[in-house]
């Protein structure tokens, strides 16, 4: 069981360059969604989804797309990335099932830096 | 719009309590309080959550005013791996988590 995992770990773009970030959980969780993480702040919610085929945006979505094609994935792309997107990415997965004990899932992260 | 006020930065002596506020004065009746907690360069971590009655887990007590607008986080014998930035966030249940700055906790030995 190797809970939320994140891939790749650590990446470095041109500006222009497109990328897609991997995000993957063993839980079975309906709920999964995609952090940035900028030096001194807090977090911030791209976007998510709620289940399977389902997405959703979150506070800062513009630049980013998402898809959930499979329950244990959830994909977070850069179409064209510019140095503001510079970060890093957390992703996050919840069992919509266990509502009252909000235990929210976090993976190790994904560095990004764009030049 | 993150709905908490906290501190930015709190000093602890280790194995010593450490008391982290967070001021909600717009909370609505059907608004839970989440604390998480983020070590750094990982992800957050989930600390503990209540509605209006006091809480204690493994981790930590939280203690909600009788009015809901401000509650306490505690730690009870914080030691140095308890050394991070906590949050604050209040929402309804089954809605989308809104991060703010938090506090950064540091405990000093």
């Known amino acids: 069981n190797a809970g939320v995992t994140q891939t790749p770990k650590f990446r470095v773009l041109k500006t222009g360059q497109s990328m897609t970030l991997l995000c993957a959980q063993d839980m079975n969780h309906e709920y999964m969604y995609w952090y940035r993480q900028d030096p001194g702040m807090g977090l911030r919610l791209i976007h998510y989804s709620v289940g399977e085929g389902t997405t959703a945006k979150g506070e800062v979505p513009d630049g980013y797309n998402v898809s959930r094609l499979k329950k244990q994935n959830f994909l977070l792309g850069l179409e064209s990335a510019a140095p503001s997107q510079t970060s890093v990415y957390f992703c996050?997965?919840?069992?919509?099932?266990?509502?009252?004990?909000?235990?929210?899932?976090f993976g190790p992260g994904t560095r990004l830096l764009v030049l | 719009d993150a709905k908490t006020t906290q501190p930015p930065s709190m000093d602890c002596a280790e194995g010593r309590a450490a008391n982290l506020p967070c001021n909600h004065s717009t909370i609505s009746g059907n608004e839970y309080v989440y604390w998480y907690r983020q070590i750094h360069s990982q992800g957050p971590q989930y600390i503990i959550h209540?509605?209006?009655n006091n809480e204690t887990n493994e981790m930590a007590s939280l203690i909600i005013t009788e009015d809901r607008k401000s509650s306490t986080l505690i730690l009870p014998h914080a030691t140095l791996r308890d050394t991070a930035v906590y949050y604050c966030?209040?929402?309804?249940?089954?809605?989308?988590?809104?991060f703010g700055k938090g506090t950064r906790l540091h405990i000093l030995p």
């Open positions: 966030i209040v929402r309804v249940l089954g809605d989308k988590i809104i």
């Open positions: 996050a997965s919840r069992d919509e099932r266990a509502r009252y004990q909000e235990t929210q899932y």
């Open positions: 209540g509605l209006k």
